[in-house]
DNA sequence: GGGAAATAGTTTCCACGTAAACTAATTTTT
DNA sequence: AAAAATTAGTTTACGTGGAAACTATTTCCC
Protein backbone atom coordinates (compact mmCIF):
# COMPACT_ATOMS: atom_id res chain seq x y z
CA UNK A 1 0.00 0.00 0.00
CA UNK A 2 2.70 2.55 1.09
CA UNK A 3 3.96 3.78 -2.71
CA UNK A 4 7.93 4.47 -2.63
CA UNK A 5 7.69 8.21 -4.31
CA UNK A 6 5.37 10.57 -5.12
CA UNK A 7 5.41 9.74 -8.95
CA UNK A 8 4.21 6.05 -8.12
CA UNK A 9 1.13 7.97 -5.68
CA UNK A 10 -1.70 6.91 -8.64
CA UNK A 11 -5.27 7.95 -7.50
CA UNK A 12 -3.99 11.34 -7.38
CA UNK A 13 -3.63 12.99 -10.41
CA UNK A 14 -1.84 16.59 -10.57
CA UNK A 15 -3.99 18.54 -13.24
CA UNK A 16 -2.39 22.27 -12.85
CA UNK A 17 -4.01 24.70 -15.32
CA UNK A 18 -5.92 22.09 -16.76
CA UNK A 19 -8.47 22.15 -13.97
CA UNK A 20 -9.18 25.83 -15.27
CA UNK A 21 -9.95 24.56 -19.03
CA UNK A 22 -13.34 24.83 -19.85
CA UNK A 23 -12.42 22.21 -22.90
CA UNK A 24 -11.12 20.01 -20.39
CA UNK A 25 -14.52 20.55 -17.61
CA UNK A 26 -16.62 20.68 -20.67
CA UNK A 27 -15.89 16.83 -21.81
CA UNK A 28 -15.83 15.38 -18.49
CA UNK A 29 -19.19 16.79 -17.27
CA UNK A 30 -20.44 15.99 -21.12
CA UNK A 31 -19.58 12.90 -20.65
CA UNK A 32 -21.34 12.31 -17.34
CA UNK A 33 -24.62 13.54 -18.24
CA UNK A 34 -24.09 11.72 -21.38
CA UNK A 35 -24.00 8.36 -19.27
CA UNK A 36 -27.13 9.57 -17.15
CA UNK A 37 -29.14 10.04 -20.57
CA UNK A 38 -28.42 6.49 -21.27
CA UNK A 39 -29.16 5.16 -18.09
CA UNK A 40 -32.41 7.07 -17.54
CA UNK A 41 -33.57 6.81 -21.66
CA UNK A 42 -31.85 4.29 -23.63
CA UNK A 43 -34.67 1.66 -22.58
CA UNK A 44 -36.55 3.91 -25.75
CA UNK A 45 -33.46 2.87 -28.33
CA UNK A 46 -33.12 6.16 -28.37
CA UNK A 47 -29.90 8.57 -28.86
CA UNK A 48 -29.29 12.17 -27.47
CA UNK A 49 -29.25 13.38 -30.73
CA UNK A 50 -32.26 11.86 -32.12
CA UNK A 51 -34.23 12.61 -28.86
CA UNK A 52 -33.21 16.28 -29.94
CA UNK A 53 -34.47 16.22 -33.23
CA UNK A 54 -37.24 15.01 -32.43
CA UNK A 55 -38.26 17.19 -29.78
CA UNK A 56 -36.97 20.56 -32.12
CA UNK A 57 -39.38 18.72 -34.96
CA UNK A 58 -42.12 18.34 -32.11
CA UNK A 59 -41.44 22.33 -31.55
CA UNK A 60 -41.01 23.63 -34.99
CA UNK A 61 -43.16 21.50 -37.06
CA UNK A 62 -42.11 21.43 -41.19
CA UNK A 63 -38.61 23.12 -40.28
CA UNK A 64 -36.06 22.45 -43.21
CA UNK A 65 -33.54 19.46 -42.13
CA UNK A 66 -30.69 21.68 -42.85
CA UNK A 67 -32.10 24.14 -40.69
CA UNK A 68 -32.23 22.42 -37.86
CA UNK A 69 -29.06 20.30 -38.20
CA UNK A 70 -27.21 23.72 -38.13
CA UNK A 71 -28.81 24.99 -34.94
CA UNK A 72 -27.76 21.81 -33.45
CA UNK A 73 -24.42 21.80 -34.87
CA UNK A 74 -25.05 18.27 -36.71
CA UNK A 75 -23.38 17.98 -39.91
CA UNK A 76 -25.40 17.37 -43.13
CA UNK A 77 -23.80 14.14 -43.64
CA UNK A 78 -24.86 13.00 -40.41
CA UNK A 79 -28.28 14.61 -40.35
CA UNK A 80 -29.33 12.40 -43.56
CA UNK A 81 -28.64 9.55 -41.35
CA UNK A 82 -30.15 10.42 -38.28
CA UNK A 83 -33.57 11.69 -39.81
CA UNK A 84 -33.20 8.47 -42.01
CA UNK A 85 -33.13 6.17 -38.48
CA UNK A 86 -36.05 8.48 -37.35
CA UNK A 87 -38.10 8.27 -40.67
CA UNK A 88 -37.34 4.34 -40.58
CA UNK A 89 -38.48 4.02 -36.71
CA UNK A 90 -41.96 5.77 -38.17
CA UNK A 91 -41.32 8.70 -36.00
CA UNK A 92 -40.98 11.70 -38.61
CA UNK A 93 -42.02 12.05 -42.41
CA UNK A 94 -39.84 13.80 -45.08
CA UNK A 95 -41.78 16.25 -47.15
CA UNK A 96 -40.72 17.28 -50.30
CA UNK A 97 -42.21 20.85 -51.29
CA UNK A 98 -43.45 21.27 -54.44
CA UNK A 99 -41.83 24.79 -54.98
CA UNK A 100 -38.29 24.06 -53.66
CA UNK A 101 -37.39 20.28 -54.37
CA UNK A 102 -34.12 20.28 -53.28
CA UNK A 103 -34.75 20.64 -49.54
CA UNK A 104 -36.63 18.65 -47.16
CA UNK A 105 -39.38 19.25 -44.95
CA UNK A 106 -39.91 17.12 -41.59
CA UNK A 107 -43.27 16.64 -39.57
CA UNK A 108 -43.79 14.21 -36.79
CA UNK A 109 -45.72 11.29 -37.73
CA UNK A 110 -48.25 10.05 -35.29
CA UNK A 111 -46.74 7.79 -33.60
CA UNK A 112 -43.74 9.93 -33.23
CA UNK A 113 -45.93 12.47 -31.59
CA UNK A 114 -47.35 9.93 -29.25
CA UNK A 115 -44.02 8.70 -28.57
CA UNK A 116 -42.89 12.65 -27.69
CA UNK A 117 -45.98 12.69 -25.56
CA UNK A 118 -45.37 9.68 -24.23
CA UNK A 119 -41.59 10.54 -23.21
CA UNK A 120 -41.93 14.58 -22.37
CA UNK A 121 -41.37 13.39 -19.01
CA UNK A 122 -38.63 11.38 -18.83
CA UNK A 123 -37.18 14.23 -20.76
CA UNK A 124 -37.87 16.53 -17.85
CA UNK A 125 -37.41 14.50 -15.62
CA UNK A 126 -33.97 13.57 -16.72
CA UNK A 127 -32.87 17.23 -17.38
CA UNK A 128 -33.82 17.24 -13.30
CA UNK A 129 -31.81 14.55 -12.40
CA UNK A 130 -28.77 16.09 -14.22
CA UNK A 131 -28.77 18.68 -11.51
CA UNK A 132 -26.79 16.32 -9.02
CA UNK A 133 -24.33 18.20 -7.41
CA UNK A 134 -25.72 21.49 -8.18
CA UNK A 135 -28.92 22.84 -6.03
CA UNK A 136 -31.67 24.58 -7.97
CA UNK A 137 -29.80 28.44 -7.57
CA UNK A 138 -26.39 27.00 -8.86
CA UNK A 139 -27.93 24.79 -11.72
CA UNK A 140 -30.00 28.15 -13.17
CA UNK A 141 -26.78 30.10 -13.05
CA UNK A 142 -24.85 27.24 -14.67
CA UNK A 143 -27.24 27.16 -17.45
CA UNK A 144 -27.90 30.87 -18.06
CA UNK A 145 -23.68 31.22 -18.02
CA UNK A 146 -23.92 28.02 -20.32
CA UNK A 147 -26.20 29.78 -22.56
CA UNK A 148 -24.45 32.92 -22.60
CA UNK A 149 -21.17 31.28 -23.89
CA UNK A 150 -22.93 29.40 -26.06
CA UNK A 151 -25.18 32.48 -27.34
CA UNK A 152 -28.25 30.55 -27.27
CA UNK A 153 -31.36 32.52 -25.92
CA UNK A 154 -33.04 31.24 -23.30
CA UNK A 155 -36.87 29.44 -23.76
CA UNK A 156 -39.87 32.18 -24.24
CA UNK A 157 -42.05 31.77 -21.88
CA UNK B 1 -37.93 35.71 -49.47
CA UNK B 2 -41.36 36.70 -48.12
CA UNK B 3 -42.26 33.28 -45.90
CA UNK B 4 -45.87 31.96 -46.32
CA UNK B 5 -46.14 30.21 -42.90
CA UNK B 6 -44.33 30.53 -39.41
CA UNK B 7 -43.69 26.53 -39.82
CA UNK B 8 -41.33 27.70 -42.94
CA UNK B 9 -39.87 30.31 -41.04
CA UNK B 10 -36.46 29.11 -41.56
CA UNK B 11 -33.41 30.53 -38.71
CA UNK B 12 -35.68 30.57 -35.58
CA UNK B 13 -35.48 27.97 -33.97
CA UNK B 14 -37.89 27.28 -30.82
CA UNK B 15 -35.97 24.97 -28.74
CA UNK B 16 -38.34 25.60 -25.49
CA UNK B 17 -37.62 23.29 -22.40
CA UNK B 18 -34.23 22.02 -24.07
CA UNK B 19 -32.96 25.54 -24.11
CA UNK B 20 -33.02 24.50 -20.29
CA UNK B 21 -31.18 21.25 -20.99
CA UNK B 22 -27.74 21.05 -19.67
CA UNK B 23 -27.32 17.88 -22.05
CA UNK B 24 -27.97 19.82 -25.15
CA UNK B 25 -25.72 23.41 -23.84
CA UNK B 26 -22.83 21.15 -22.35
CA UNK B 27 -22.60 19.58 -26.20
CA UNK B 28 -23.11 23.10 -28.20
CA UNK B 29 -20.22 24.61 -25.49
CA UNK B 30 -18.07 21.50 -26.48
CA UNK B 31 -18.45 21.69 -30.37
CA UNK B 32 -17.71 25.33 -29.65
CA UNK B 33 -14.69 25.20 -27.94
CA UNK B 34 -13.56 21.96 -29.80
CA UNK B 35 -13.61 24.20 -33.19
CA UNK B 36 -11.70 26.85 -31.03
CA UNK B 37 -8.83 24.44 -30.16
CA UNK B 38 -8.40 23.04 -34.14
CA UNK B 39 -8.27 26.33 -35.04
CA UNK B 40 -5.72 27.64 -32.51
CA UNK B 41 -3.26 24.51 -32.15
CA UNK B 42 -3.90 22.05 -34.85
CA UNK B 43 -1.16 23.27 -36.38
CA UNK B 44 1.21 20.88 -34.36
CA UNK B 45 -0.95 18.27 -35.65
CA UNK B 46 -2.33 17.61 -32.18
CA UNK B 47 -5.77 16.39 -30.53
CA UNK B 48 -7.61 18.05 -26.98
CA UNK B 49 -7.04 14.40 -26.10
CA UNK B 50 -3.47 14.08 -26.85
CA UNK B 51 -2.37 17.41 -25.40
CA UNK B 52 -4.37 16.88 -22.62
CA UNK B 53 -2.82 13.15 -21.75
CA UNK B 54 0.92 14.88 -22.64
CA UNK B 55 -0.09 18.23 -20.01
CA UNK B 56 -0.69 15.13 -17.27
CA UNK B 57 1.91 13.22 -17.68
CA UNK B 58 4.06 16.31 -17.76
CA UNK B 59 2.20 17.17 -14.20
CA UNK B 60 2.56 13.87 -13.27
CA UNK B 61 5.57 11.84 -14.36
CA UNK B 62 5.60 8.07 -13.67
CA UNK B 63 1.84 7.20 -13.44
CA UNK B 64 0.28 4.41 -14.77
CA UNK B 65 -1.51 4.72 -18.19
CA UNK B 66 -4.61 3.56 -16.70
CA UNK B 67 -4.95 5.84 -14.02
CA UNK B 68 -4.61 8.99 -16.37
CA UNK B 69 -7.17 6.89 -18.37
CA UNK B 70 -9.43 6.67 -15.62
CA UNK B 71 -8.64 10.42 -14.36
CA UNK B 72 -9.43 11.62 -18.33
CA UNK B 73 -12.20 9.30 -18.86
CA UNK B 74 -10.57 8.22 -21.68
CA UNK B 75 -11.62 4.31 -22.32
CA UNK B 76 -8.95 1.58 -22.08
CA UNK B 77 -8.87 0.69 -25.79
CA UNK B 78 -8.56 4.50 -26.38
CA UNK B 79 -5.66 4.76 -24.41
CA UNK B 80 -3.82 2.37 -25.92
CA UNK B 81 -3.63 4.19 -29.43
CA UNK B 82 -3.52 7.25 -27.80
CA UNK B 83 -0.37 6.49 -25.97
CA UNK B 84 1.07 4.68 -29.05
CA UNK B 85 0.71 7.96 -31.30
CA UNK B 86 2.22 9.61 -28.70
CA UNK B 87 5.09 7.49 -27.97
CA UNK B 88 5.62 7.20 -31.98
CA UNK B 89 5.84 11.01 -32.02
CA UNK B 90 8.66 10.36 -30.09
CA UNK B 91 6.98 12.74 -27.06
CA UNK B 92 6.28 9.95 -24.19
CA UNK B 93 8.13 6.78 -23.19
CA UNK B 94 6.38 3.82 -22.04
CA UNK B 95 8.35 2.13 -19.03
CA UNK B 96 7.36 -1.21 -17.64
CA UNK B 97 8.86 -1.69 -14.13
CA UNK B 98 9.76 -5.04 -12.80
CA UNK B 99 7.89 -4.91 -9.71
CA UNK B 100 4.70 -5.11 -11.70
CA UNK B 101 5.25 -5.66 -15.40
CA UNK B 102 1.61 -5.53 -16.73
CA UNK B 103 1.38 -1.84 -15.99
CA UNK B 104 2.79 0.96 -18.47
CA UNK B 105 4.27 4.28 -16.47
CA UNK B 106 4.45 7.17 -18.82
CA UNK B 107 7.49 9.59 -18.89
CA UNK B 108 8.06 12.82 -20.85
CA UNK B 109 10.88 12.34 -23.41
CA UNK B 110 13.45 15.48 -23.39
CA UNK B 111 11.17 15.19 -27.23
CA UNK B 112 7.98 16.04 -24.97
CA UNK B 113 9.23 18.09 -22.60
CA UNK B 114 10.17 20.77 -24.90
CA UNK B 115 6.95 20.43 -26.64
CA UNK B 116 5.22 20.84 -23.56
CA UNK B 117 7.73 23.41 -22.59
CA UNK B 118 7.22 25.40 -26.29
CA UNK B 119 3.75 25.13 -26.23
CA UNK B 120 2.77 25.95 -22.65
CA UNK B 121 1.72 29.19 -23.63
CA UNK B 122 -0.41 28.80 -26.40
CA UNK B 123 -1.99 26.82 -24.28
CA UNK B 124 -2.83 29.00 -21.99
CA UNK B 125 -3.86 31.56 -24.26
CA UNK B 126 -6.15 29.04 -25.75
CA UNK B 127 -7.77 29.13 -22.59
CA UNK B 128 -8.08 32.73 -22.19
CA UNK B 129 -9.81 32.81 -26.19
CA UNK B 130 -12.16 30.12 -24.60
CA UNK B 131 -14.21 33.23 -22.65
CA UNK B 132 -15.22 34.65 -25.68
CA UNK B 133 -18.28 36.09 -24.90
CA UNK B 134 -17.83 35.84 -21.18
CA UNK B 135 -16.04 38.49 -19.00
CA UNK B 136 -13.44 37.32 -16.35
CA UNK B 137 -15.94 37.11 -13.07
CA UNK B 138 -18.52 35.10 -15.10
CA UNK B 139 -15.71 32.85 -16.60
CA UNK B 140 -14.69 31.83 -13.22
CA UNK B 141 -18.13 31.44 -11.65
CA UNK B 142 -18.39 29.25 -15.00
CA UNK B 143 -15.35 27.01 -14.28
CA UNK B 144 -16.03 26.71 -11.04
CA UNK B 145 -19.61 25.59 -11.55
CA UNK B 146 -18.49 23.15 -14.03
CA UNK B 147 -15.68 21.67 -11.66
CA UNK B 148 -18.31 21.35 -9.07
CA UNK B 149 -20.76 19.55 -11.62
CA UNK B 150 -17.86 17.39 -12.25
CA UNK B 151 -16.93 16.57 -9.16
CA UNK B 152 -13.46 18.17 -9.69
CA UNK B 153 -11.15 19.51 -7.96
CA UNK B 154 -9.54 23.35 -8.36
CA UNK B 155 -5.59 23.26 -9.13
CA UNK B 156 -3.48 23.71 -6.13
CA UNK B 157 -1.77 27.18 -5.70
C1' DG C 1 -33.65 31.62 -72.27
C1' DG C 2 -29.31 29.02 -71.57
C1' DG C 3 -25.07 28.28 -69.29
C1' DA C 4 -22.64 29.48 -64.71
C1' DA C 5 -22.96 29.72 -59.91
C1' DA C 6 -25.19 28.64 -55.75
C1' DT C 7 -27.89 25.69 -52.65
C1' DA C 8 -29.89 21.26 -50.42
C1' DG C 9 -29.16 16.98 -49.50
C1' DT C 10 -26.90 12.41 -50.31
C1' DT C 11 -23.23 9.08 -50.92
C1' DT C 12 -18.62 7.28 -50.32
C1' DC C 13 -14.89 6.64 -47.79
C1' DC C 14 -12.25 7.25 -43.62
C1' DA C 15 -10.86 8.30 -38.60
C1' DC C 16 -12.06 8.12 -33.98
C1' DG C 17 -13.50 5.83 -30.07
C1' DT C 18 -15.84 1.68 -27.91
C1' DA C 19 -17.33 -2.99 -26.39
C1' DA C 20 -15.98 -7.49 -26.10
C1' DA C 21 -12.71 -10.93 -26.28
C1' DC C 22 -8.03 -11.84 -25.44
C1' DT C 23 -3.03 -12.14 -23.42
C1' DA C 24 0.02 -11.58 -19.77
C1' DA C 25 1.19 -10.91 -15.04
C1' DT C 26 -0.02 -10.92 -10.27
C1' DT C 27 -2.57 -12.11 -6.16
C1' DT C 28 -5.63 -15.08 -3.62
C1' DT C 29 -7.40 -19.43 -2.32
C1' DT C 30 -7.21 -23.96 -0.91
C1' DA D 1 2.54 -24.93 -4.70
C1' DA D 2 -1.16 -25.47 -8.21
C1' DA D 3 -5.64 -23.62 -9.59
C1' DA D 4 -8.76 -19.78 -9.57
C1' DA D 5 -9.64 -15.08 -9.59
C1' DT D 6 -8.17 -10.44 -10.42
C1' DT D 7 -5.79 -6.76 -12.71
C1' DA D 8 -3.36 -4.19 -16.69
C1' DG D 9 -3.22 -3.47 -21.02
C1' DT D 10 -3.94 -4.95 -26.02
C1' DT D 11 -6.36 -6.59 -30.11
C1' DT D 12 -10.30 -7.12 -33.03
C1' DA D 13 -14.54 -5.91 -35.00
C1' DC D 14 -17.79 -2.46 -35.33
C1' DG D 15 -20.72 1.83 -35.10
C1' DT D 16 -20.84 6.65 -35.16
C1' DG D 17 -19.90 10.91 -37.07
C1' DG D 18 -17.17 13.81 -40.54
C1' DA D 19 -14.82 15.57 -44.95
C1' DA D 20 -15.00 15.51 -49.69
C1' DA D 21 -17.03 14.49 -53.84
C1' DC D 22 -21.41 13.91 -56.12
C1' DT D 23 -26.49 14.64 -57.75
C1' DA D 24 -30.45 17.34 -58.22
C1' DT D 25 -32.61 21.66 -58.21
C1' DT D 26 -32.88 26.53 -58.21
C1' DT D 27 -31.17 31.25 -58.93
C1' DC D 28 -28.16 34.56 -61.35
C1' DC D 29 -26.64 36.98 -65.08
C1' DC D 30 -25.20 37.73 -69.85
Known sequence: ?????????????????????????????????????YAALSVHGMKPGEFTVL???????????GTIARALH?????MTK?????????YISRIIPTDDRRSVRLMLTSTGKAFVRKNRDDLINFHKAERSRLDDDEFEQFAA???????????RP
Chains 1, 2 share one sequence.
Open 1 to 37: MNQTAAALDDDVIELGEMAGSLGFLLRIAQVQVFDEF
Open 55 to 65: WVIHLNPGLRQ
Open 74 to 78: IKPAH
Open 145 to 155: LLRKFTGIAEA
Open 82 to 90: LVARLADAG
